[in-house]
């Protein structure tokens, strides 16, 4: 593999991709999504650098797809995949181009897919290129997921559900982060979801979290766990406490739709100290995996009543509070992922699932790849036909020890 260093007639060519990164930044909020891999092989054809393609994950993180058609290639098992499962760049040698390299493109925390490069030589000027173009494809890409379908249909390998389709127009990102916590999750079946849901959120050093289970698996469903997601964002948006905030999502369900109801956890963690802070509304206990250890019973309480059977003029739901450890491993889901059954009637259980995550933990997994890896494991588990739907949530908090380095870490070459 060559990574020679820059050349006498860099100046020019620095000129030149400076140029082509302005125009497309000026150029990306009027851009056609179907233009992005386009534009990207323009600049890196017109420096010389090699040809591009620009893969994104699929719905259910099984395959990369590239944007505009072609073959699509699976993430376990290959070096493309690679790249995007541990967010590091790989380069290797091909026969045909000389070298090719698979650039992880994120978004923040939010893994995207990759960007190859097909290339003769690759010199750390073109690497630094390179990482410059896979963040402003990164961004250009999230910006328009949200206002074309290109996206949306090129990643989706099935028929969605109206209810998946409403649902999950109201979730957050996968994956939000910062230097000293994680939260990450994911949830099946992808494309007919009924009521499960999450929503995360950091705030002024604080994390909101909430995982939700609505009754029934319908479209009705899907409305409890929206209206309860909405109730709970402009609770916490207005400044309310959790129990407040529960109260309100209490009320909106009565309210609103009074035959409805949903289980679920919400709580709040200070990134700073690892205070947190949690009300179990009839939900299966959080998880707390520590030193590739369950704590057993470590956030184990009576539950409170489900959200939308809170009486009004009740006592406040009671809040739970518990102090974590640096490397801690939260764990929320719903029944769905413990009750799954094999052919043979077996469940997955809890032991399984806490196992699944402590290896994932020894073996020094990032929480999203461990979680990735989870899911498919539950679905086959089923044979991809889940019975009900399956919600996990993973929360990592680990604060900057002293003397630690403030900033992004860099990405290294494998």
């Known amino acids: ?76 098992g290959t070096v493309a995949g690679w790249a995007f499962r541990t967010g590091t760049l790989r380069v290797i040698e091909d026969h045909d181009a000389g070298l090719l390299a698979w650039f992880p493109l994120t978004d923040g925390a939010v893994r995207l897919g990759v960007l190859c490069l097909r290339t003769e030589r690759l010199d750390h000027e073109g690497l630094r290129r390179c990482r410059m173009l896979a963040a402003l494809l990164a961004m250009v890409i999230t910006s328009k997921r949200d206002t074309s379908d290109s996206y949306a249909l090129g990643t989706r390998a099935d028929t969605m559900s109206l209810p998946a389709e409403m649902l999950r127009a109201f979730l957050p990102p996968r994956t939000v982060r910062t230097r000293q916590v994680v939260s990450t999750a994911v949830l099946e079946p992808a494309y007919d979801l009924g009521g499960d849901a999450f929503d995360h959120s950091l705030a002024d050093g604080m994390l909101h979290a909430a995982v939700l289970d609505a009754m029934g698996h319908d479209l009705a469903s899907g409305l409890t766990a929206a209206v309860a997601l909405a109730a709970g964002r402009n609770a916490r948006r207005n400044g309310a406490e959790l129990p407040a905030l529960a109260d309100v999502i209490d009320d909106c369900l009565q309210n609103w739709l009074p035959d409805r109801f949903a289980t679920g956890i919400l709580l709040r963690l200070d990134v700073a100290d690892g205070a947190l802070q949690w009300i179990n509304c009839g939900h299966p206990p959080p998880l707390l995996i520590r030193d590739q250890h369950v704590v057993t019973e470590a956030l184990t ?34 029944d769905g992922v413990t009750e799954a059954r094999g052919t043979a009637g077996e469940l997955f259980g809890l032991e399984r699932f806490a196992d699944f995550v402590i290896r994932a933990t020894a073996a020094g997994e990032e929480a999203p790849e461990a979680l990735r890896r989870l899911i498919h494991a539950i679905l086959a588990h089923q044979e991809n036909k889940l019975s009900d739907d399956a919600t996990i949530m993973m929360i990592e908090w680990q604060p900057a020890a002293p003397g630690d380095p403030v900033g992004p870490t860099g990405t290294g070459v494998r």
């Open 1 to 76: 593999m060559r990574l020679p260093g820059g050349s006498a007639d860099a100046t020019p060519q620095l000129n030149l991709g400076e140029r082509l990164l302005e125009q497309f930044l000026t150029t990306g909020c009027t851009l056609d999504p179907r233009d992005v891999p386009v534009i990207a092989e323009r600049y890196t054809r017109e420096l010389g650098i090699g040809s591009s393609v620009v893969y994104l994950t699929d719905i259910q993180q099984y395959r990369l797809v590239p944007i505009g058609g072609g073959p699509s290639l699976p993430i376990d």
């Open 301 to 334: 309480q009576t539950p409170e009543s489900p959200l939308g059977l809170g009486a009004l003029g009740e006592a406040p739901r009671a809040v739970q509070t518990f102090r974590l450890r640096p490397g801690d491993r939260l764990l929320l889901y719903t």
